[in-house]
């Protein structure tokens, strides 16, 4: 019973530090930007919706390499994993990290 329990707790833990780069790293990326200021208050002025879809859908592809990692880590443990659970959180996660960004 002992050796379940340090199963789990490694999961968990694990899993926890997955979501917690996941989070950073998606934040680090919403922010990096190549350009001038001028330029950035340009395209955030201009071409608001498409600069969003496109940083999002660059977030999102990102975000798949952590749930990548992730479902490794529950096949690994043999957990069940929620694949599109995951995907949606991590997209909305996305979207508004982005919406912060552009407005701010």
Sequence with gaps: MAKIKSKDNIYIILK???YILTGITLIFFAKFWMGS???WEE??????YPALITRTIFLTIIGL????ISYLVAFFFKKKYHFL???IILIVFSLI????ILLV
């Design 16 to 18: 926890f530090v997955i």
């Design 37 to 39: 200021q001028d330029n």
């Design 43 to 48: 395209i955030v002025k201009n071409e608001f």
């Design 65 to 68: 390499f952590f749930l990548l």
């Design 85 to 87: 659970k995951e995907l």
């Design 97 to 100: 990290t982005n919406i912060y």
